[in-house]
């Protein structure tokens, strides 16, 4: 038996799938019509429900890019903060020894 191949729908296709479950199609019915799951209509209708804009071509959904931009974010967000961290704990390093060079050239 062969891999099965995912299939990719269009944000156009994905929206005539919605629209007709508007139109007083039942669920089962547009998916036996287009042969989907009903995982899947439901899937949509719900990304669709969060925000009209969320699918772009190629069957990506706008939430799973804006997930993996906000993972790298925040990984990014994380390396600045422990960066910063290492940098102020330097700085205090280097006043703190800036200090006591000054207090040995008093004596």
Known sequence: MGKMERR???REFKLQVLRELE???SVAEVCREHDLTRF??????REHGKDPDA????GKC???VDE???RELE??????????????RALANMKKRAEEDRGRDRI
């Open 68 to 70: 993996n931009r906000t």
């Open 23 to 25: 139109s007083c199609k």
């Open 75 to 88: 990984r990014l967000v994380g390396q600045l903060y422990a960066e910063n961290d290492f940098l102020k």
């Open 62 to 64: 706008k939430a799973r």
């Open 40 to 45: 899947l209509v439901a899937r949509w209708k």
């Open 8 to 10: 990719r729908f269009s």
């Open 55 to 58: 699918f772009q071509g190629k």
